[in-house]
């Protein structure tokens, strides 16, 4: 059986754990090549082992995606070490929750920075490859708060809805030239991005003991969850969606 992402070179951000590191797995499974970037390189190596131990292709890099000249030449490693780029998936991100008018310029500055800016450079840097080989997907790990908002996530928010819009654009202004965008909106994920957040609506054992009363399927994601998801919008199973805003969520935005 030829894997769902055979031959296909992957670049996915935010690797080295939770959301990014299980679809980096699941990519691997499915016969990508895939270059597993993280600010943590010590995480996104331990991710591509994993990913080589399992049968896959997959190296590591550090990239901090706030910085352009660090997500040019990340986009640069995967060309040169896999000779193209089919697929990227924007998934790096920060939730540094606060009361807004309490907020420093620093964790503003940061969130937009790493979760806007971040998923911008990404694409900038990755579509001018997608345009010499008329084909690419990408994808950008946005969030329920690109549609929705929680206590304590104003400038989270902020940076997802600005997610969701990015990838409306870029869908729009490359769908004749075979470049599909796509955004994933998750709910609650077991993963340590929320951990801070959990503690200001009063512990991780408490929202998980409370979870019904905001995502309906009464339990967190597993990134597995998330990462399946991300797998069929890289594939050419989608290949009618782009523009497409894809919660997978538990049923949140269904309230
Ligand atoms: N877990 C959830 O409930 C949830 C829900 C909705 C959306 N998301 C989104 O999913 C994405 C992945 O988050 P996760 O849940 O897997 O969290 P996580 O904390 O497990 O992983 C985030 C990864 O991003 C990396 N990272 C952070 N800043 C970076 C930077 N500047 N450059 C490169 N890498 C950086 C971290 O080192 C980490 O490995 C994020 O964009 C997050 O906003 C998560």
Redesign the pocket.
């Known amino acids: 059986m030829p894997g769902r992402l055979n031959g296909k070179v992957c670049v996915v951000?935010?690797?080295?754990?939770?959301?990014?590191?299980?679809t980096a797995l699941r990519f691997a499974e499915e016969g990508a090549r895939v270059l597993c970037?993280?600010?943590?390189v010590v995480?996104?190596e331990g991710t591509a082992q994993l990913a080589t131990m399992a049968g896959g292709v997959a190296k590591s890099r550090e990239?901090?995606?706030?910085d352009s000249t660090a997500v040019d030449a990340m986009i640069e490693d995967a060309v040169s070490t896999f000779g193209s780029l089919d697929v990227l998936v924007n998934?790096?991100?920060?939730?540094i929750p606060g009361v807004l008018h309490e907020v420093s310029d620093d964790v503003i500055e940061r969130t937009l920075?790493?979760?806007v800016k971040?998923q911008i450079y990404g694409c900038r840097a990755a579509i001018p490859h997608m345009l010499a080989s008329g084909q690419g997907s990408i994808i950008n790990?946005?969030?329920?708060?690109g549609i929705v908002s929680e206590p304590f996530l104003a400038i989270?928010s902020a940076s997802?809805g600005a997610s969701v819009m990015l990838t409306k654009g870029v869908a729009l202004d490359y769908a004749k030239q075979g470049i599909r965008c796509n955004v994933v909106?998750?709910?609650?994920?077991?993963?340590?991005?929320?951990y801070a957040h959990a503690e200001m609506l009063g512990g991780l054992e408490h929202v998980y003991a409370t979870i019904d009363s905001f995502q309906p399927i009464g339990r967190?994601?597993e990134?597995s969850e998330?990462a399946n998801v991300i797998l069929f919008l890289a594939s050419d199973e989608a290949s009618f969606m782009t523009g497409s805003v894809v919660a997978v969520d538990g049923g949140m935005t269904s309230q």
């Not at 951000?13 to 299980?22: K, L, M």
């Not at 970037?37 to 943590?40: G, L, Q």
């Not at 998934?91 to 939730?95: C, E, F, Q, S, T």
Request: aromatic content about 4%.
């Open positions: 951000t935010g690797a080295g754990s939770g959301i990014g590191r299980a970037a993280d600010i943590n995480s996104a990239v901090d995606v706030s998934n790096a991100g920060v939730n920075a790493v979760n971040g790990v946005s969030s329920v708060n989270y997802k909106c998750p709910g609650w994920v077991d993963t340590p991005i929320n967190p994601g990134p998330i």
